[in-house]
């Protein structure tokens, strides 16, 4: 005889909120899914701050890292998870001689406007079947490249799966102060969206119903920084994706995709940004 047996307490209280917040509560947005390999003992160049979150997922090798005020030494089958704009580092650990790679790129907000890895009570995780998950990312890197919108998608279960697993091993979400004003938020998503549009200050107040005045004091209390600013990480963030995705695309193509119209320009900010030209990106892009 079968029965079925209902395991209402598998789950804590805590466990179910974070699990529903996961599950209905995240916006995600795909930008790239790569496999990286190297032999070089820094990997991360110490202090560096980048525009969008990722994820860090190491499948050969061992990596020494350090995310905020945390280090650690991670093996195969470990990560780290890195809020947009938090410091980090990485470099190959002791008897290390390569290293293999997945970095996974997105933007990632929970319902309040917040980045979601940053409610997470460490940067540092784990999984319990590497081969499983060496699968599904080799998936993901492929269907990015070959079927972006289909990537995207599944690049959303996978980072979805990947912190349900994490909660489950003892991982917990804590609460983060404040809220985003919802004008703000919808024009967020909006701008991450179609970040090519001519994002002009005074359009993006008038989006929101608001002077301008009033939308720039409201947008930096939301992010932080200002709305030009904004725009321009966002703009960086989707080129440094097609430089590392589409090879075929030129990097005046590539400007010209994300809404800016002088190369020179693009050159300069993208520099500033990254620490590298767009030309050696996409040089390093080619080879990989």
């Not at 492929?142 to 990537?151: F, I, K």
């Not at 701008?191 to 947008?219: D, G």
Request: aromatic residues 8%; proline residues 3%; hydrophobic residues 40%.
């Amino acid at each position: 005889m079968n029965i079925a047996l209902a395991l209402k307490d598998f789950l804590d209280d805590q466990q179910l909120m974070a699990m529903c917040e996961i599950v209905r509560g995240m916006e995600f947005l795909p930008i790239s899914c790569l496999l990286c390999r190297g032999d070089e003992h820094r990997v991360i160049s110490k202090g560096r701050a980048i525009p969008d979150d990722f994820i860090y997922f190491l499948v050969k090798g061992k990596l020494e890292c350090g995310v905020g005020g945390e280090r650690r030494v991670i093996s195969p089958g470990e990560f780290l998870m890195v809020p947009a704009g938090l410091a980090h580092e990485a470099v190959m650990a002791q008897g290390s001689r390569d290293y293999e790679v997945y970095a996974l790129h997105m933007h990632l907000y929970d319902r309040s406007r917040h980045r979601f890895f940053g409610k997470l009570n460490s940067p540092f995780g784990a999984v319990g079947d590497l081969a499983s998950w060496t699968s599904r990312l080799a998936a993901c890197t492929c269907l990015m490249g070959r079927s972006p919108d289909t990537g995207g998608k599944f690049m959303e279960g996978l980072v979805g799966s990947l912190l349900v697993e994490q909660l489950l091993r003892g991982h917990n979400l804590k609460e983060l102060a404040g809220k985003t004003d919802q004008r703000i938020a919808r024009l967020l998503a909006r701008i991450r969206r179609q970040p090519a549009e001519n994002w002009t200050v005074r359009a993006m107040a008038e989006h929101c119903f608001l002077s301008v005045s009033r939308f720039r004091q409201l947008f930096v209390a939301c992010t932080k920084t200002s709305p030009k600013k904004y725009v321009q990480k966002v703009r960086l963030s989707l080129a440094r994706s097609l430089l590392a995705t589409e090879p075929s695309l030129t990097v005046e193509e590539v400007a010209d995709r994300v809404g800016v119209s002088d190369v020179h320009y693009f050159h300069a900010i993208y520099r500033q940004q990254f620490g590298e030209t767009p030309k050696q990106r996409f040089r390093r892009s080619d080879q990989q």
